[in-house]
């Protein structure tokens, strides 16, 4: 299995999930049972998912993303990815789903005017 980190912190009311290495289909699950535990927990007016340290994105890893984007809507929670490039930016811009998430290149600036 390749490698993959995800871990969750709280900034004030927001929650910043990080994520680091590759997120593939071996690692999907790992990043949707961190994805429950955020939601389940108080649901934050934010949540920022930092994905800066991913080395690889594939379809897979892109639909748990679409998973916590439709997610956020259903319960009214601003969803940012932040840090998005590489495998991941060419996916999101060919499908046209770049424009359906809010994205900053910094978890700073996502966090920013909360």
Request: hydrophobic share 45%; with cysteine.
């Amino acid at each position: 299995m390749a490698f993959f980190t995800v871990s969750t912190n709280l900034h004030g009311t927001a929650c910043v999930v990080q994520a680091s290495g590759e997120l593939d289909y071996g690692n999907a699950p790992i990043f949707r049972d961190e994805m429950t535990k955020v939601w389940e927990a108080e649901a934050p007016a934010t949540i920022a998912i930092d994905v800066t340290g991913l080395t690889f994105c594939d379809s897979t890893g892109v639909a748990e993303l679409i998973v916590s984007l439709r997610r956020s809507r259903a319960l009214s929670t601003r969803l940012v990815l932040v840090g998005v490039h590489g495998t991941l930016e060419r996916i999101l811009t060919i499908t046209g789903l770049r424009s359906a998430f809010e994205l900053s290149p910094t978890v700073e600036e996502a966090l920013r005017g909360m």
